[in-house]
């Protein structure tokens, strides 16, 4: 059975910085693009980074320049590098496992993962 825990969640001041990580279990890592997803109270889960089994990265436009996604499959774990925060970036935030191995297209849709995380909840003071 496949986990994803999330970790690395807080409260930080506008212009901090935070790290998430994902670490998974019961399932190959590798072959699999990993995304981070986000939903702010009264809002719809948002695509906000994902990263291919080549490495390949997407960013949605407004973490671009501030947001870093990478992984480790030797660790089976996927990072967010989250800088100059922002009070807009507040919300749980959530990894997920792509439904298919070997795919390098840029999935932004919820329905392309198969497993998700519990979330963490990054919180963004002004």
């Known amino acids: 059975q496949v986990q994803l825990v999330e970790s690395g969640g807080g409260l930080v001041q506008a212009g901090g910085s935070l790290r998430l990580s994902c670490a998974a279990s019961?399932?190959?890592?590798?072959?699999?693009?990993m995304g981070w997803f986000r939903q702010a109270p009264g809002k719809e889960r948002e695509f906000v980074a994902t990263?291919?089994?080549?490495?390949?990265?997407y960013y949605t436009d407004s973490v671009k320049g501030r947001f870093t996604i990478s992984r480790d499959d030797a660790k089976k774990t996927v990072y967010l590098q989250m800088n100059s925060l922002e009070p807009e970036d507040t919300a749980v935030y959530y990894c997920?496992?792509?439904?298919?191995?070997?795919?390098?297209?840029?999935?932004?849709?919820?329905?392309?993962?198969?497993?998700w995380g519990q979330g963490t909840q990054v919180t963004v003071s002004s």
């Open positions: 990263i291919s089994w080549k490495g390949n990265t």
């Open positions: 997920a496992m792509d439904r298919r191995p070997f795919s390098d297209l840029p999935n932004r849709a919820p329905s392309e993962y198969e497993y």
């Open positions: 019961g399932r190959t890592f590798s072959p699999y693009a």
